[in-house]
């Protein structure tokens, strides 16, 4: 099984309308992170929550909003979807081992925004 | 501003030679970075790591090379081989603080 789930994997919504993309992790760590990845950009940070109770935003956190319902979950939401979030959405977690640490991507979630 | 740039888009590569995958940045406090690799339909999946500290780190046929003064990163791949196809991302942070990504350079490796 995979250590750190998205859902859903592929989602087609309307402008105006609200929604969730689900994270689950397996592995225990403490930090979450939510990114996107336009064509030409890389990945950008959206928001990041280093424990249940923290939650900072990143780079590019207008428009979205965050939840981490639990040490395992983190969910990222759109509150009224626009086209120019059409992206495709990483989810990934890591260990608190000092500054030296290794970020575990989930498989990712293709929003199409219309 | 885009703080860490890999300015080849792709590299095509025959089996068996090196592939060098390149990547520079502009913030002189990062003081770790990371390759990452994604295939399609897949999250990108740690491959190798750099502390300032060396300037060089290996792992099989993975060696990532650190040039401070010139804020120039690099992967070599030696031998390459077909599965390494993908597209690697560089990536920077400070302090433990937010990893800043490239954009990414698509590898082919030709068998």
């Known amino acids: 099984d995979a250590d750190v789930t998205q859902t859903p994997r592929n989602r087609i919504t309307k402008t105006g309308k609200r929604i969730m993309l689900e994270c689950s992790q397996t592995k225990g760590h403490d930090r979450m992170y939510w990114y996107r990845q336009d064509p030409g950009l890389g990945l950008q940070l959206i928001y990041y929550?280093?424990?249940?109770?923290?939650?900072n935003k990143g780079e590019i956190s207008d428009g979205y909003s965050v939840s981490r319902q639990a040490q395992a979950k983190f969910s990222l939401s759109l509150e009224s979807a626009i086209p120019n979030q059409t992206a495709l959405y990483f989810c990934a977690t890591s260990d608190s081992q000092g500054w030296q640490e290794t970020q575990y991507f989930g498989p990712g979630t293709r929003l199409l925004v219309l | 501003d885009q703080q860490v740039k890999q300015n080849s888009p792709s590299l095509s590569v025959q089996e068996g030679r090196i592939s060098i995958l390149n990547c520079d940045y502009t913030?002189?406090?990062?003081?770790?970075f990371l390759w990452y690799k994604k295939y399609p339909a897949e999250g990108p999946t740690f491959l190798i790591s750099?502390?300032?500290?060396?300037d060089k780190n290996e792992d099989g046929r993975f060696t990532v090379f650190l040039n401070k003064s010139a804020k120039h990163l690099s992967l070599h791949i030696v031998p390459s081989q077909p599965g390494d196809s993908a597209v690697y991302f560089c990536a920077a942070s400070a302090a433990g603080n937010q990893f800043y990504f490239g954009t990414g350079t698509s590898l082919t490796v030709i068998p």
């Open positions: 913030n002189s406090m990062f003081d770790y």
């Open positions: 929550s280093f424990d249940v109770k923290d939650i």
């Open positions: 750099i502390s300032s500290i060396k």
